[in-house]
């Protein structure tokens, strides 16, 4: 299903039957070429948002661009790769301003205690084949977890998956409706309102806030640069310290030392 800017003004507002159940969206990027094994590994990430909370998240993003371009023309989207490659409006930009937009946009997503973080990063040595279809199915289940936690607390929350616009579109929505009947390889989802919608991310900031988590991700894991997954690491989904929502897809896990497999090693020791 493809959404438009015609569907809904607001980023986030879609006009689904409420029947008194409340939404939560998980907005993802990718960052990597799941095809490319020079990039080393394929990532999948974003943020999940309470539907009431959507607004907040865009003002945030929008006073990044206001404070930084009061007199410059300003950038329709923010996307971390082009900012910090100088690449398509931010070869006009100067360095010392391209590196503090990036600086407040991680801080505005570090700050912002609504949003959740998801990722998944497939190392293309250990799982060559099928990369994004794994990192999918990842991401469902723990998105999908998250959302039955906050179920057992007594709140009936529903799940919609809003992605950037791309090839994958219906590859990945086959998925999800196999993923809602036959199951995923640890059971079915049962939380999911909707297949994937799709839609560019220049109309909403959520869509640039996911492409900076996996641009984050891709820089730690793939350059060995974590200087922007540092400032946004606790905001991925976690309870009594255990990450539930970042996983690193590695043949020898047991010997990597990311936090994310350092939690997976905790939670799956007696």
Same mark, same amino acid.
């Given at each position: 299903?493809?959404?438009?800017?015609?569907?809904?003004p607001?980023p986030?507002?879609? $006009?689904?039957?409420?029947?008194?159940?409340?939404?939560?969206?998980?907005?993802?990027?990718?960052?990597?070429?799941?095809?490319?094994?020079?990039?080393?590994? $394929?990532?999948?990430?974003g943020?999940?948002?309470?539907?009431?909370?959507?607004?907040?998240?865009?003002?945030?993003?929008?006073?990044?661009?206001? +404070?930084?371009?009061?007199?410059?023309?300003r950038p329709?989207?923010?996307?971390?790769?082009?900012?910090?490659?100088?690449?398509?409006?931010?070869?006009?930009?100067?360095?010392?301003?391209?590196?503090?937009?990036?600086?407040?946009?991680?801080n505005a997503?570090?700050?912002?205690?609504?949003?959740?973080?998801?990722?998944?990063?497939?190392?293309?040595?250990?799982?060559?084949?099928?990369?994004?279809?794994?990192? $999918?199915?990842?991401?469902?289940?723990?998105?999908?977890a998250?959302?039955?936690?906050?179920?057992r607390?007594?709140?009936?929350?529903?799940?919609?998956?809003i992605?950037?616009?791309?090839?994958?579109?219906?590859?990945?929505?086959?998925?999800?409706?196999?993923f809602? +009947?036959?199951?995923?390889?640890?059971?079915?989802?049962? +939380?999911?309102?909707?297949?994937p919608?799709?839609?560019?991310?220049?109309? +909403?900031?959520?869509?640039?806030?996911?492409?900076?988590?996996?641009?984050?991700?891709?820089?730690?894991?793939?350059?060995?640069?974590?200087?922007?997954?540092?400032?946004?690491?606790?905001? $991925?989904?976690?309870?009594?310290?255990?990450?539930?929502?970042?996983?690193?897809?590695?043949?020898?896990?047991?010997?990597?030392?990311c936090?994310?497999?350092?939690?997976?090693?905790?939670?799956?020791?007696?």
């Amino acid at each position: 299903m493809r959404l438009t800017r015609g569907v809904c003004p607001l980023p986030g507002c879609l $006009f689904l039957p409420r029947w008194g159940v409340l939404m939560y969206f998980l907005y993802l990027d990718e960052s990597g070429d799941p095809k490319n094994r020079t990039d080393k590994v $394929f990532v999948l990430a974003g943020v999940a948002l309470f539907e009431r909370q959507t607004h907040w998240a865009t003002r945030d993003l929008d006073a990044v661009v206001s +404070t930084n371009f009061i007199t410059h023309p300003r950038p329709k989207e923010l996307h971390a790769e082009e900012i910090r490659s100088a690449r398509g409006f931010w070869r006009r930009v100067a360095p010392e301003l391209r590196r503090q937009v990036m600086a407040d946009t991680y801080n505005a997503i570090a700050t912002n205690h609504h949003l959740t973080a998801f990722g998944a990063v497939v190392d293309l040595d250990s799982y060559p084949d099928q990369p994004l279809e794994l990192a $999918f199915e990842q991401l469902c289940i723990r998105f999908d977890a998250f959302l039955r936690r906050i179920r057992r607390q007594g709140v009936r929350q529903n799940g919609i998956l809003i992605m950037d616009e791309s090839r994958y579109e219906p590859d990945l929505q086959a998925l999800l409706t196999q993923f809602r +009947t036959s199951g995923t390889s640890v059971g079915p989802v049962h +939380t999911f309102s909707e297949v994937p919608l799709f839609t560019d991310s220049a109309s +909403t900031r959520l869509l640039q806030i996911a492409d900076f988590i996996a641009y984050a991700l891709f820089r730690a894991f793939a350059r060995g640069d974590e200087t922007y997954l540092n400032q946004v690491r606790h905001r $991925f989904d976690e309870t009594q310290g255990t990450v539930h929502g970042l996983v690193h897809l590695v043949r020898q896990y047991d010997e990597c030392p990311c936090f994310a497999c350092q939690s997976r090693r905790h939670e799956s020791s007696p």
